[in-house]
């Protein structure tokens, strides 16, 4: 153990020792000495406190010095009803106090008895008790947004987890602070008892059992009372001021010496200036003594000068260290490192879409994009990066952009006042509106006013708002890139959140058998066909299965896919029917043939008119499915799928292509169409 930790429990252990044994009057007079300092100490602790958890220990410390103040108590009336002395500590408060007077001297005593108990220790208690209520109520909603932040990446979760332990304490503190204040409410009530209880036997132990005089029992023992009393309300009172102090401290960067001149003098000086005028109406035009009125002006008037003077010298230096900021900004060759940085993803809109992403009117487009990380994350698997918004004047008012590494991708036009309204299919009549397309999918649209809404909705149609639009255009654009947005650094990310579950498994992939460069180019290979990596256990399980195999990520790829396969089968199949385009056999033997491998992978070598020939073929049948309503989907030969999906990015990017091992056996698979050379 440490000595401090020594000297605490012989100190509690002592405390109880003194209940039970007498002690000599010289060591009381110092505990007694000691019980006022300690009090004066929690009392200037808890002034000086900035945070409530800074005192942390405040609630077991009430506790441990209310049994001191008892124990002292013990051993005061033991000294006082057996020897009529309790040592000269408590007689000289009590000379002090009663002055010659017995009766003025108790009635001040029970005065400061009355305020110590009704006033300070009631007072506290209420307040620690609501504090702990409202601290406990409070708790949800800060966890809430402890979350939001996380997922907007405002912060980290190293500064989540601090935030979350900091919640904690702090109900962990008012609930012990509710509990230890009526240690306090306890020993105002023993303080009275035990005052009633000296002087009521001091008076029969005179008389009786001494022989005194009742005007002499009466003195001696008022006096030696109103002195212990005094002694132990004293250090009562101080400590009850410091729970007030601690319970009622709300947040703040400075003491409560710094809050209290600060805020009550520091604002404003024409709330001085009006103080003093009510003071010089009050010291010359009425009856009352003009000197102290005047005086307490004058100084009044002095201190709003001052501060007037401080206020304007303050501003005119904070501005001239804004501009020497500014101007040495300008001059370091640092300044430009800023403009070198490329945003992830940018959503930059004209002055008349600003309403829609400013919260203060009302505007919920910052929400939505905080939702639509956490729905990315769910979706595919990624840590999407922070989207940045920013106006830009030179767009038109209702136009946006959205920007990938810089790079204009799209952009769209809203109709404020207006919603967007589409058929789904199922529409039962026209409506009046303006002809638009929707930017997130290309289909074909009307701009319809407030007063149509209702009516496109009652017809069948999906009628959306302006933000919805606009983060639904968002989330498309983000989804068909997010294998451009798959760095190394995103990597190690997720292989550092899997390696706390799954250290084993991390030690063997990297770096022995990946560096994280590859491992990149398998995830973006699966992102760039819209296929999740959440489940990265399965990933990298694959990857240290056939790490050994080959090095080519292509090959890769396909293997994590075919581990993947209840994931593509529940994402692709509905119901138990799959309804595909196949490939004919030569066209695959031809495929497989025209592979050529080099030192850094393998590319389909093949004559342009072959290709063209198998596209025209694919676009065909995929005509045909589309016009029955079905989504085209290729099946594939699992050494083919790769080589064949890359052919047709010549055409289209959307196409989905699949091999006979990413589908579940039990799937029932239809062929509608073939393609042929």
Known sequence: MKFGDIVVAIAVIIIVIIIIIPIPKTALDILLSLNISLALLILLISMYTKDALQFSIFPSLLLITTLFRLSLNISTTRYILGEGDAGRVIEAFGNFVVQGNAGVGFIVFLIIVIIQFLVITKGAERVAEVAARFTLDAMPGKQMAIDADLNSGLITEQEAKTRRREIQQSADFYGAMDGASKFVKGDAIAGIIITLINISAGLVIGIL???????????????????????????????????????????????????????????????????????????????????????????????????QINIKKSDTEELATEEDEEIEEIKKPESVMSLLKVEDIELEFGYGIIPLADANQGGDLLDRIVMIRRQIALELGIILPIVRLRDNIQLNPNEYIIK??????????????????????????????????????????????????????????????????????????????????????????????????????????????????????????????????????????????????????????????????????????????????????????????????????????????????????????????????????????????????????????????????????????QSLGMVTI
């Open 209 to 307: 059992m001494n022989g005194d005089s009742f005007g002499d029992a009466l003195n001696t023992y008022t006096l030696l009372t109103v002195g212990d009393g005094l002694v132990s309300q004293v250090p009562a009172l101080l400590i009850s001021t410091a729970t007030g102090i601690v319970v009622t401290r709300s947040a703040s960067e400075a003491n409560l010496g710094t809050d209290v001149i600060k805020q009550l003098f520091g604002q404003n000086p024409k709330i001085l200036y009006i103080i003093s005028a009510v003071l010089l109406f009050l010291g010359i035009l009425t009856p009352l003594p003009p000197f102290p009125y005047v005086v307490m002006a004058s100084l009044l008037i002095l201190g709003g000068y001052r501060l």
């Open 404 to 669: 990938i590494k810089g790079t204009e991708i799209c952009k769209g036009e809203v109709m404020f006042d207006h919603y967007l309204a589409m058929d789904s299919g199922t529409s039962q009549g026209e409506i009046n509106g303006i002809d638009t397309i929707e930017p997130a999918f290309g289909l074909p649209a009307k701009w319809v006013s407030e007063e149509e809404r209702e009516k496109a909705e009652i017809l069948g149609y999906t009628v959306v708002d302006l933000p919805s639009m606009i983060a639904t255009h968002l989330t498309e654009v983000i989804k068909k890139n997010t294998h451009e947005l798959m760095g190394r650094q995103d990597v190690k990310i997720l292989i550092d959140n899997v390696k706390e579950e799954h250290p084993a498994l991390i030690d063997e992939i990297v770096p022995k058998l990946f560096t994280l460069g590859e491992v990149q180019k398998i995830l973006t290979n699966l992102l760039k066909e819209k296929i999740s990596i959440r489940d990265m256990v399965s990933i990298l399980e694959t990857l240290a299965d056939f790490g050994s195999v080959t090095r080519d990520p292509d090959m890769l790829t396909e293997y994590v896919r075919q581990k993947l396969y209840r994931y593509i089968t529940n994402k692709y199949v509905q119901g138990n029917t799959l309804k595909v385009i196949t490939l004919d056999g030569k066209l695959e033997q031809l495929i497989m043939d025209s592979i050529k491998q080099t030192e850094t992978g393998s590319y389909l070598s093949m004559a342009p008119d072959t290709v063209q020939k198998i596209l025209n073929s694919l676009l065909n049948n995929a005509q045909r499915l589309t016009s029955i309503g079905e989504q085209p989907i290729v099946l594939t030969a699992p050494i083919v799928r790769i080589y064949f999906k890359r052919l047709t990015e010549q055409a289209t990017e959307d196409l989905i292509v699949l091999s006979y091992n990413e589908i579940d056996s039990s799937v029932e698979v």
